[in-house]
């Protein structure tokens, strides 16, 4: 199970960090990401970590502002956000890849939280 | 990045009809497409991955193929349940085709 929590109204070039605790799985073992939808619109993926975070993977849309992170002994995944737009304004996800790699398949999905970047 | 489109982006049918989905990349994906299907307010399912193995516990009117460039997504035989908006992905997400009566 994956459960999203920290999203929440935010104004424009404000911060936010949202989580994702895992449970269920051996963590560790499996690359995770963050996918946001913004109303309306189609699935984005926004960034990725391996299973032991030493790697980390951004779209271009949120490169130098938003940073993953995650702590395996807390069996939790991180999104730091920074510098935040209208743009930025989606339902994010939590997903767990189907691997170690970035690149699998996103085989457990959260129920999403709500980030609105609004003054 | 791979780019990935999708065609159609809108699909008009009924319960029964065969249903076909394309999904085009930039770059050989093969190895690593992935199929969704999302209804209004969920989060999104895993229907297929590495293009053409099920993930388990998806009905098996649901198949998919490809290879290369190309992937395709096929419903056999549409039922109520399967009216939703299907991406196809390989870290980045397609556009979406949208499956309708």
């Known amino acids: 199970q994956l459960l999203e929590s920290g999203g929440g109204l935010v104004q424009p070039g404000g911060s936010l960090r949202l989580s994702c605790a895992a449970s269920?799985?051996?963590?560790?073992?499996?690359?995770m990401s963050w996918v946001r939808q913004a109303p309306g619109k189609g699935l984005e993926w926004v960034s990725g970590i391996t299973g032991s975070g030493v790697s980390t993977y951004y779209a271009d849309s949120v490169k130098g502002r938003f940073s993953i992170s995650r702590d395996n002994s807390k069996n939790t995944l991180y999104l730091q956000m920074k510098s935040l737009r209208a743009e930025d304004t989606a339902v994010y996800y939590c997903?767990?890849?189907?691997?170690?790699?970035?690149?699998?398949?996103?085989?457990?999905w959260g129920q999403g939280t709500m980030v609105t970047v609004s003054s | 990045d791979i780019q990935l489109t999708q065609s159609p982006s809108f699909l008009s049918a009924s319960v029964g009809d065969r249903v076909t989905i394309t999904c085009r990349a930039s770059?050989?994906?093969?190895?690593?497409l992935a199929w969704y299907q999302q209804k209004p307010g969920k989060a999104p399912k895993l229907l297929i991955y590495a293009a053409s193995t099920l993930q388990s516990g998806v009905p098996s009117r649901f198949s998919g193929s490809g290879s290369g460039t190309e992937g395709t997504l096929t419903i056999s035989s549409l039922q109520p349940e399967d009216f939703a908006t299907y991406y196809c992905?390989?870290?980045?997400f397609g556009p979406g085709t949208k499956v309708d009566v």
């Open positions: 770059q050989d994906v093969t190895n690593y």
């Open positions: 269920g799985f051996t963590f560790s073992s499996y690359a």
């Open positions: 997903a767990k890849s189907d691997v170690a790699m970035v690149t699998g398949a996103f085989d457990m």
């Open positions: 992905q390989q870290l980045t």
